[in-house]
């Protein structure tokens, strides 16, 4: 395969011979109309500067309460920590995982692997363990599910208005911007890391 | 964002398309590498990345079906047990399905959280059942209806299938949140575990599926 770099459509495995794109051009199989690809080069410092920013306001999310709720004199407020501990105190134990895991431990995984790629990349080395961390972020990648959650505060909220005073906290615009964030990250091409990394650096780990 | 068509590679003279498989090379799902791979080669480790190379994901069909009878029958237990339980002063305790949950919020006036938790916990499992279903049998049947449709159909399921945990989590919150011993409290129902099961189970299925079936001949 030394002649013109070749293209096989990932949903119906159709072949096709890459050809230069204009910037923010996408590429679409003529068989199956799938993504094939596209010229969004991906910014190295962006990634950081995202991934930084999405850590510190994940710890953020995470230390300060949702919502508070009023009743009569009765005030309670709720962490993402107390609604997991909550749901397993009541003996739904795997719904209480499931929170855990979407919410909490797949996200900050995910950004901490992000980092880990990123940051010897940035510097022209391929840190070490680069291949499995990045086989991690692809398979956890569709288990991380904050936008969800984030709906989910809404649909709380309206439901409890009608028996109690609530307001959203500052762990609410936490999650919230974090959805953005993790959005944002998640939108660039992994496959171009694998390509970068391959190009600055020849050694294997 | 401009979209462009590209032409394949090569088209047979009786008009189907060359795949990878047909040429013998194969993308590394993992990096994208595109690796020369013969038939019975399948399982070598991408020269990049290490991750094994496949023509088509492996037992795919009964893979996809197994996942797929499960959370049929999880659905079921779902829907019929309650996902949680109000006890409020004076009242009685009163337990919620996922059903009653959206017909609550549709009297209480949000119309429009009582539509999206409609879609989101309703529609898109049974949708999604029922479009997993259509593919894995006309795909096995090696079907050439609609099959540009079906392909996006696939990615459609993909791309939602996640935003079924949204009762999930409301169920969590509202649990954490209303508390006050004598008053009024919220407690979780096993509804909601298979609930949960099944938006686990419908999403591991549909990533076991593999699209390009769609357009492969019949297996023999």
Known sequence: MSEAPIVICEHCDAVYRRRPLALGQLARCSRCDGPLYRNRPIDLDVMLALAVAA?????????????NLQVSNDDREATLWGAILATYDSGVGFVALLAALTVFFYPLLQLLLYLHVLLPLRFGMRGAGFNTSMHLLRAMQPWSMVEVFVLGVLVALVKLSSMAEVTPKLGMWGFALLTVLLTWLNSFDMHQLWDIAEERCSGRD | MAATKDAPLATAVIG?????????????????????????????????????????????????????????????????????????????????????????????????????????????????????????????????????????????????????????????????????????????????????????????????????????????
């Open chain 2, 16 to 220: 189907a398309t060359i795949t990878a498989q047909d040429l013998g090379v194969a993308g590394c799902t993992a990096c994208g590498q595109v690796v020369r791979l013969s038939e019975n080669c399948d399982g070598a480790p991408c020269p990049r990345c290490n991750a094994p190379l496949w023509h088509r994901k492996r037992y795919s069909f009964s893979r996809t079906w197994a996942l797929l009878i499960a959370a049929g029958i999880l659905y079921i237990p779902a829907n019929l047990l309650p996902i949680m339980r109000t006890r409020t002063l004076g009242g009685a305790a009163r337990d919620d399905t996922i059903l009653s949950g959206v017909v609550e919020l549709w009297q209480a006036g949000s119309w429009d959280l009582a539509v999206i938790v409609f879609v989101a916990s309703i529609l898109v499992p049974v949708v999604k059942i029922g479009m997993l279903v259509v593919l894995l049998v006309t795909s096995q049947r090696g079907s050439h209806w609609a099959r540009v449709n079906r392909s996006r159909m696939y990615r459609l399921i993909e791309f939602v299938g996640h935003w079924s945990m949204l009762d999930v989590f409301v169920v969590a919150l509202m649990a954490a949140l209303v508390r006050f011993q004598s008053l009024a409290d919220v407690t979780p129902r096993p509804g909601a575990v298979a609930f949960g099961a099944v938006v686990v189970l419908t999403m591991l299925a549909s990533r076991r599926f593999d699209p390009r079936l769609i357009w492969d001949p019949a297996p023999k």
């Open chain 1, 55 to 67: 850590l510190i306001v994940l710890v953020i999310a995470n230390v300060f309460p949702i919502v």
